[in-house]
C-alpha cells in the first residue's frame, strides 16, 4: 500500500476554545475589579474594561488572522523578529517610561501602552527554536565543537541567544518579566540538557533562601564540613579526582553563598528585600511590603465554596486589594467565583498547558516542538507565580496572569504567542496509509 504524505490544515479548535473561556472570564473578572462601586456600564476607552475588551478585540484578528499565514513564515523570519525585539528592548532603556519602578514602557497615549519584554518572550522563542530545530543541534555538541574544549558550541549559542534580551529585560528593573523569561530554559531540557543543570538550579535557589535564614558563616561551615568529609572518603578510596571535583564543587558553592548574601543586603531595594523577607516569613509586616499578599488571602478566603457573586466581593469593591486588576487578580476569582470558580480557573490553565505539550510531541519538525516547549515555559511560569503571589507562595514580583489580567501589550503578545503555535500544528505533516 502506498504511502502519501498530506497535510493537515485544521487548527486544534479544542486550544482555541480553552483560549476563549480563559479571556472571556478574563475580561469579566477586570470587569468587575476595575467597575466602581455606584458606576454603569461604560465601553469607552477612559474604563480599563473598555481598553481590555479592544484589545482583546485587537488579539483575537491578529490570532485567526496568523492562521492564514504559511507555517514557513516563522522559521524563515524567526531571527528578523528577534532581532527587532532587541532594538525595542534597547530602545525602551532611553526613551521609555518608568512605570511602578520598571523603565519598560512605550506610552504612546493613555489607552495605547506597549511593553516591549512581552514581545521578547515570543521573539526569543521563536529564534530558539530556529537555532535548535537544526537536525545537527545537539547540547553536548561534537568532537572539535567545544569552545576552550568546555562549552559545546551549539549550546553558547543557545545561552547568548537566551541570555541577551535576559539581560536586557533585567536592566529595566522589570523583575517579574526576568524571571519569567528565565523559564524558556525548561524547554531545553526536552532537547537534550543534562538534569544535573536543573538539579544545580534548584539548589542554587535553595541555598539562596538559605543563606538568608542562616547566618552565612554557618551556612558556609556546614557546607566546609560536608563537602570535607565527602572529599575525604573519596580520597581514602582512592577515587582522587572525584574528591577533587568535591573540594572544588563545594568552594563554589561557598563562594555562591557569600555572593547572594551580598546581592541581597547590597543590591537589592529596601522593598525587594522586605517581600523575601515576607515569604520566608521573617516578617509580617501586613501594612507595608505584606499588606497586598495579606489583602489577597483575606480576599480569596472570604469567598467559600460557591463565592460572594459577581461584582459582589468586598475587598475586591472597596479596593482592598492593590493591582487587582493584573497581579493580583486572581483574589477577585477567588472571593467572587469561591473555591469552585477559582478551581475552574486552574483546571482551564491546566488543560491549555497539558494540551500544548501533546500538541509539541506531535509536531512533525523540531522547530515546532522546541517551539511548542518555549510557548507552555513561558504560560506555566507566568501561571504558577502569579497564582503563586496571590496565596502567599511565592514573592511578590509583579507577573500578570496570562490571557486574564488587564494589559493590551501582555494579551496581544501571549495570544500571538499561542495561536502561532495553532498555526504550526495545524501544518504539521501527517503519513497516511
Known amino acids: 500500500m502506498s504511502r502519501t504524505r498530506v497535510r493537515a490544515n485544521k487548527p486544534d479548535w479544542f486550544l482555541i476554545i480553552l483560549f476563549v473561556a480563559i479571556t472571556l472570564f478574563g475580561w469579566l473578572n477586570v470587569y468587575s475589579t476595575s467597575r466602581g462601586e455606584d458606576e454603569s456600564f461604560n465601553l469607552s476607552l477612559t474604563t480599563l474594561y473598555g481598553k481590555q475588551l479592544l484589545w482583546l478585540g485587537i488579539s483575537v484578528v491578529a490570532g485567526f488572522g496568523l492562521l492564514l499565514f504559511d507555517g514557513k513564515f516563522f522559521p524563515a523570519f524567526a531571527y528578523l523578529i528577534y532581532a527587532m525585539s532587541l532594538v525595542l528592548l534597547v530602545a525602551v532603556l532611553f526613551v521609555g517610561t518608568e512605570v511602578y519602578g520598571s523603565k519598560s514602557w512605550f506610552v504612546i497615549s493613555d489607552a495605547l501602552r506597549f511593553q516591549p519584554s512581552e514581545f521578547a518572550k515570543y521573539a526569543t522563542a521563536l529564534a530558539l527554536a530556529k537555532f535548535m530545530g537544526n537536525k545537527e543541534f545537539s547540547f553536548s555538541g561534537q568532537l572539535g565543537e567545544n569552545i576552550l574544549g568546555i562549552i559545546p558550541r551549539q549550546a553558547l549559542g543557545v545561552l547568548l541567544l537566551y541570555a541577551v534580551p535576559g539581560v536586557l529585560i533585567l536592566l529595566e528593573n522589570d523583575t517579574g518579566s526576568t524571571i519569567a523569561f528565565a523559564a524558556l530554559a525548561l524547554a531545553f531540557y526536552r532537547e537534550g540538557m543534562h538534569g544535573g543543570f536543573f538539579l544545580a538550579a534548584v539548589l542554587a535557589a535553595i541555598l539562596f533562601f538559605l ?110 486589594v492593590p493591582k487587582q486588576t493584573t497581579d493580583f487578580i486572581f483574589s477577585a476569582v477567588g472571593e467572587e467565583w469561591g473555591f469552585l470558580g477559582a478551581s475552574l480557573l486552574i483546571f482551564l490553565y491546566s488543560a491549555l498547558l497539558i494540551k500544548i505539550v501533546l500538541n509539541a510531541e506531535r509536531q512533525r519538525t523540531r522547530f515546532s516542538r522546541v517551539y511548542g516547549y518555549c510557548v507552555f515555559s513561558i504560560l506555566f511560569a507566568h501561571f504558577a507565580l502569579n497564582i503563586g503571589m496571590a496565596l502567599g507562595l511565592a514573592p511578590t514580583i509583579g507577573i500578570p496572569l496570562p490571557l486574564f489580567s488587564y494589559g493590551g501589550s501582555s494579551l496581544f503578545s501571549f495570544t500571538v504567542m499561542l495561536f502561532t503555535f495553532i498555526k504550526l500544528d495545524a501544518e504539521r505533516s501527517e503519513i497516511l496509509g
Open 211 to 320: 543563606s538568608i535564614v542562616v547566618p552565612v558563616v554557618v551556612l558556609i561551615g556546614i557546607l566546609a564540613a560536608i563537602g570535607g568529609l565527602s572529599a575525604t572518603y573519596f580520597f581514602y578510596t582512592r577515587q582522587h579526582k572525584v574528591g577533587i571535583f568535591v573540594i572544588f564543587l563545594t568552594s563554589l558553592f561557598a563562594a555562591y553563598v557569600t555572593t547572594t548574601d551580598y546581592i541581597f543586603h547590597q543590591v537589592l531595594k529596601p522593598h525587594q528585600q522586605a517581600r523575601v523577607n515576607v515569604l520566608l516569613g521573617l516578617e509580617k509586616d501586613l501594612r507595608g511590603a505584606g499588606y497586598n499578599v495579606n489583602q489577597s488571602k483575606i480576599a480569596i478566603g472570604s469567598g467559600g465554596l460557591t463565592g460572594k457573586g459577581f461584582l459582589e466581593g468586598t475587598q475586591t469593591k472597596y479596593r482592598f
